[in-house]
Each structure stands twice: as structure tokens, then as C-alpha cells.
């Protein structure tokens, strides 16, 4: 079983940023992609970013291509979020997930084993 934790969420200004991290525990890090989810009040829970399992490939929405970037340390069992420019329409509870068996370009909620309990970011404009 793996434990998903999610941190580095927060307030901050439109064209500001921030920096979440995500922290696993009970399993083999390295074996997961590993994805960022993310939903706003009264809406769907909807796809950021994934990263495969060696940190070679990702895979954005169009939403966020070119501000944020995905990364992960194997070594600190940790995949980060970075949130450049960011938006009001960013504003949402984010959310990290992992998979042994889904690709990067899986991007619907379902079929991801394991999430996180989620980290708030509220970008004001």
C-alpha cells in the first residue's frame, strides 16, 4: 500500500509561484508514474501532469504547458509540482497520484491506484 503526501500549497498573487511536493511512503517509488490532479470548487477533478517512472518523459495539459513543470527525485521517494504564472483559474485543491501499470498519457481519474489527501492553492487576482 502506498501513502500519498501532499505539501507546498498555499496563497499567492496571479503571476506568482509555488512549489509542491509530494512524498510516498510503502512502496517502490521508482515503479509508479506518478501524476498531479487537480479540482476546482464545483467542478471535475481534472489532469495537470504525469511523469513516467525514470523522470524522462511528461505530459502536460494545455492548461498549464509552458508554467508548470513535473519532476520527481527517486532517491527522496518525492515528485514535485512547479507552478509558474500562475492564474486565478488555477485555483484549486491539487492532488498526486501513482500507478504501477499506467502510462504517461493516461489522463482520465480513473485506474489510478493510489492518491493523495490533496494540498489547496488559491492564486488571487
Known amino acids: 500500500q502506498v501513502q500519498l503526501v501532499e505539501s507546498g500549497g498555499g496563497w499567492v498573487q496571479a503571476g506568482g509561484s509555488l512549489r509542491l511536493s509530494c512524498a510516498a511512503s510503502?512502496?517502490?517509488?521508482?515503479?509508479?508514474?506518478m501524476g498531479w490532479f487537480r479540482q476546482a470548487p464545483g467542478k471535475e477533478r481534472e489532469f495537470v501532469a504525469t511523469?513516467?517512472?525514470?523522470?524522462?518523459?511528461?505530459y502536460y495539459a494545455g492548461s498549464v504547458k509552458g508554467r508548470f513543470t513535473i519532476s520527481r527525485d527517486n532517491a527522496k521517494n518525492t515528485v514535485y509540482l512547479q507552478m509558474n504564472s500562475l492564474k486565478p483559474e488555477d485555483t484549486a485543491v491539487y492532488y498526486c497520484?501513482?500507478?504501477?501499470?499506467?502510462?504517461?498519457?493516461?489522463?482520465?481519474?480513473?485506474?489510478?491506484?493510489?492518491w493523495g489527501q490533496g494540498t489547496q492553492v488559491t492564486v488571487s487576482s
Open positions: 510503502g512502496g517502490t517509488f521508482s515503479s509508479y508514474t
Open positions: 497520484n501513482a500507478d504501477p501499470t499506467l502510462g504517461i498519457y493516461y489522463s482520465a481519474t480513473s485506474r489510478w491506484r493510489y
Open positions: 511523469i513516467s517512472r525514470n523522470g524522462g518523459n511528461t
